[in-house]
């Protein structure tokens, strides 16, 4: 049992996922039919962590009007909000009046299946002033790294080192236990950083910081990659079939695992490929296909022979009849017409209307409420006038 206050930093911009951003916080995007900071919560309230801190900002009435005091998902949120930017480690200091003992920190963005208790009882174990989560990962350069001794203590920490600097693969996944002491080596209410500033003065003060080598699946959703990363392991877990009683399956094809909603109709010769998720009050229509990794939000209609592969659509969004989007991401309430090709990793912000023909070409972006006019093509990025 983890019996901890545990403070979820929640505050950030989301820049590197825009323009989803422009009209969600990120740890409201949705992910697989709740959003990203529900994930978060249930499992901390599934290891029965009851007091939860989630630090706001940019957006926060958003937060703040969905998660209300926390009893319908079992746990008591409180929501220090920061006037400004204050990092990682300003905004915990931001909160310091909670936090009189032993406490966890947790980014927003953190997807995982890792275990807090297991990390709360080996920094228990260790005696330290702080315990760092750390994975193995392939670039080093992207995260902060951690050399650790014989017993795990930290010997050196390094915050996205060059390539000559490498002299590990742990990887901080910005999962801490922390002793309230912590808290004296942060200024009050300015920015600072726990990897780039903190724990880099712990070290020189001769506290004792642990690394805590952890197994199991963990993506920070913070880039669109991981995000649709997230996604598919989400999706991945889903065991059969989970058809609302009142969605309308006509002489369609649902292989794998499929989860279908309330009022939703599949129609005449559409394929839908698992594991595939698909909201409440959408219309798939005939001869359409959802392929495996897909997820669709409540009241989207797909026209006829449109093809919807590894890609995450928002709510009340239409795709046109023939069109094509693969491995991309469709914020709400945008139309697409006919024949349309959205490539791999770009991305539609909220509310944009794409004319028939048209093609985003990979990685290209489109700010919300947009207008792209019939047979475009885009590369790179668009975005709103000033």
Excluded at 182 to 190: A, E, M, N, R, S
Excluded at 227 to 243: F, M, N, P, V
Aim: charged residues 25%.
């Amino acid at each position: 049992m983890v019996n901890v206050k545990v403070i979820v930093l929640a505050g950030g911009y989301g820049t590197r996922l825009q323009p989803l951003t422009y009209t969600k916080p990120k740890p409201m995007l949705p992910l697989v039919g709740k959003p990203i900071l529900q994930f978060i919560i249930e499992s901390i309230a599934g290891e029965e962590s009851a007091d939860i801190l989630i630090t706001t900002n940019y957006c926060r009435e958003q937060i703040i009007d969905y998660f209300g005091d926390g009893s319908d998902f079992g746990v008591r949120l409180v929501y220090p909000e920061e006037k400004k930017p204050l990092g990682t480690a300003g905004s915990v200091k931001n909160s310091e009046k909670y936090l009189n003992e032993t406490f966890a920190v947790i980014q927003g963005d953190n997807i995982t299946e890792i275990k807090l208790k297991h990390i709360l009882s080996f920094h228990r174990e260790m005696g330290g002033i702080a315990t760092i989560a750390l994975l193995p990962v392939e670039r080093p350069h992207q995260f902060g790294i951690a050399q650790l001794d014989v017993d795990n203590k930290v010997l050196r920490f390094k915050e996205k080192p060059q390539q000559d600097e490498f002299f590990s693969d742990l990887a901080n996944i910005g999962l801490y236990i922390l002793e309230p002491e912590v808290l004296d080596y942060i200024p009050f209410g300015v920015e600072y950083d726990f990897a780039k500033d903190v724990f880099p003065k712990l070290l020189s003060s001769g506290e004792k910081i642990y690394g805590f080598s952890a197994r199991g699946f963990w993506t920070d959703v913070g880039i669109p990659e991981n995000y649709l990363k997230a996604a598919r392991w989400i999706l991945s877990k889903l065991k059969g079939k989970k058809l609302a009683e009142n969605a309308k399956i006509e002489m369609a094809s649902l292989s794998g695992s499929v989860e279908i909603g309330e009022g939703t109709r599949i129609e005449n010769g559409a394929e839908i490929m698992g594991p595939v998720v698909i909201g409440d009050g959408c219309v798939i229509s005939r001869n359409s296909r959802i392929a495996a990794g897909s997820v669709v939000g409540s009241n989207v209609k797909i026209g006829r022979r449109a093809r919807v592969v590894g890609s995450l659509v928002y709510e009340e969004t239409q795709i046109g009849t023939e069109s094509y989007l693969n491995n991309c991401i469709i914020a709400e309430k945008c139309r697409l017409g006919s024949n349309v090709e959205i490539d791999d990793m770009s991305i539609l912000g909220a509310s944009c209307e794409i004319g028939d023909y048209a093609r985003l070409h990979e990685g290209s972006k489109v700010w919300p409420r947009i207008r792209i006019a019939k047979n475009s093509v885009v590369h790179g990025f668009i975005k709103n006038q000033p």
